[in-house]
């Protein structure tokens, strides 16, 4: 079974500076991993992905995340935050069986920037 | 292309009351899933379809919610009687597939959510 563990409900940031939101998987096979922003009364958003390749991933609005295979982790990070990055963040992760490709989310994390 | 849709955006019930939502996802996308998201937690899956089948229903509470598909196309979630707990904003989402070495993985894509309360 896969799960996913976000080590911080809520982190508050001045605006401009940079932040990290981590992530721990658990999984028995092979993973895919995908960071959601879900704005304020909005459904979920996709920022990025990892599927193959490279482990830095690269996302919309200068977010990126690092696939670390060895530490099971795929921490999102941006290195200059504004206003508008307020939301709530969720990892999710999924297996690699074909059609039957489950979403697994975390309780997600609050990210608030400070002016 | 026009996004998944969800209707309606807001619903306050009694306990005991019937409720049902409803979901258009984006055309051509023949997998559609719903999620219960309670406040404070990341959504959980209740069921997923693949065209109007059933592939996953694992987490619906059977004993008073169902879902069906009709056509392949559009579903419909109903709660039948509601409970306190079952206030949460239900997501609906429809995927498509992305490759990634050798496999297919589906990208999910979201509508806006129904917020349900239930007093």
């Known amino acids: 079974a896969q799960s996913v563990t976000q080590l911080d409900s809520q982190v508050p940031v001045f605006e401009e500076a940079p932040v990290e939101l981590r992530c721990n998987y658990s999984s028995s096979v092979s993973v895919y991993l995908f960071w959601y922003v879900q704005y304020p009364n909005q459904g979920l958003q996709l920022l990025l992905k990892?599927?193959?390749?490279?482990?830095l991933v690269k996302g919309i609005n200068g977010f990126e995340a690092e696939f670390n295979k060895s530490q099971t982790s795929f921490h999102l990070r941006k290195p200059s935050v504004h206003i508008s990055d307020t939301a709530e963040y969720f990892c999710a992760v999924s297996d690699s069986l074909f059609g039957n490709e489950k979403l697994t989310f975390g309780t997600g994390t609050r990210l608030t920037i400070i002016p | 292309e026009a996004g998944v849709a969800q209707s309606p955006r807001y619903k306050i019930i009694e306990k005991r009351q019937s409720v049902a939502f409803w979901c258009n996802p984006i055309?051509?996308?023949?997998?559609l899933y719903w999620y219960q998201q309670i406040l404070g937690q990341g959504p959980k899956l209740l069921i997923q379809f693949q065209n109007n089948g059933v592939v996953d229903d694992s987490q619906l509470p059977k004993d008073r919610f169902s879902a069906e598909r009709l056509k392949g196309v559009d579903s419909t979630l109903k709660i039948q009687p509601a409970k306190l707990e079952d206030s949460a904003v239900y997501l609906c989402?429809?995927?498509?597939?992305?490759?990634?070495?050798?496999?297919?993985?589906?990208?999910?894509?979201f509508g806006p959510g129904t917020r349900l309360t239930v007093t």
């Open positions: 055309s051509g996308h023949a997998t």
């Open positions: 989402a429809s995927s498509s597939p992305a490759s990634g070495m050798g496999s297919w993985v589906y990208e999910q894509y």
């Open positions: 990892y599927l193959s390749g490279s482990t």
